[in-house]
């Protein structure tokens, strides 16, 4: 996930457009973009359900790890590398929107 730029916390603070660098979805850490996608406890949970969901026996790993993985054991078109992108690409989507739902209206699930 190198080179992605998207607003995140620590973005969004150095533009002035919020003061707290915490986390909207766990309230405990800091936010990077590792975090906001795979470390932090709500996401890690999802990734815990989604890769459960696939019959994928593992923990949530690191961006980087995640990516790797994904390209080495989900590759081609298989139904299951398919299924799993989809998976993931969705997931990201939602966790964005709820992401952002707690940063700008305050929104609590």
């Known amino acids: 996930m190198e080179g992605l730029r998207i607003a ?3 973005r969004l603070a150095k533009w002035g457009v919020i003061q707290s660098l915490e986390c909207p979805l766990c309230l405990m850490k800091n936010e990077d973009l590792d975090h906001m ?4 406890p709500y996401t890690a949970e999802v990734w815990r359900r989604v ?3 696939q019959g994928i026996n593992r923990s949530t790993m690191h961006s980087t790890a995640e990516v790797q993985w994904a ?3 989900m590759k081609g078109r298989s139904s299951t590398g398919l299924v799993y992108k989809l998976a ?5 989507y939602h966790l964005w929107l709820e992401h952002n739902s707690r940063i700008f209206t305050q929104k609590k699930q």
């Open 51 to 53: 890769l459960t969901w």
């Open 8 to 10: 995140t916390i620590d």
């Open 88 to 92: 993931m690409a969705s997931s990201i």
């Open 37 to 40: 996608f795979f470390q932090c």
């Open 71 to 73: 390209g080495k054991y």
